[in-house]
Nanobody, 121 residues
Framework: VQVAEYGGGSVQAGGSLKLSCVVP????????MAWYRQATGKERELVSTIRTNGTTMYADSVQGRFTISQDIDRKLLWLQMNSLKTEDTAVYYCAADLSPRWSGVCVFDSWGQGTQVTVSS
């Protein structure tokens, strides 16, 4: 499985970017997908998750500014990022749990290489 992100780049504060991710093997029985990010010198942090039933979760830092969405049939994941701030600068990673999880807890074990997002003031 080769997860791949697209759409990173540079933008000024207040601007928008939309990240895309292709997740081969993702299906309606999979657990879910997520976006993580890692800024230079910081630990990787969870940005947002989406389950196959459409349930979403956002980190407090992006709530109201970012929107996660998916197309299960096309095996695509997106992250619409609006009102970007300089502190959103990071490498953004797409991750997926392709397995059904009867516990309801996803284990994101399929990862992309990451895409750089740089927000300047």
């Amino acid at each position: 499985v080769q997860v791949a992100e697209y759409g990173g780049g540079s933008v000024q504060a207040g601007g928008s970017l939309k990240l895309s991710c292709v997740v081969p093997g993702y299906r309606v029985t999979s657990c879910g997908m997520a976006w993580y990010r890692q800024a230079t010198g910081k630990e990787r942090e969870l940005v947002s998750t989406i389950r196959t039933n459409g349930t979403t979760m956002y980190a407090d830092s992006v709530q109201g500014r970012f929107t996660i969405s998916q197309d299960i049939d096309r095996k695509l994941l997106w992250l619409q990022m609006n009102s970007l701030k300089t502190e959103d600068t990071a490498v953004y990673y797409c991750a997926a749990d392709l397995s059904p999880r009867w516990s309801g807890v996803c284990v994101f074990d399929s990862w992309g290489q990451g895409t750089q997002v740089t927000v300047s003031s």
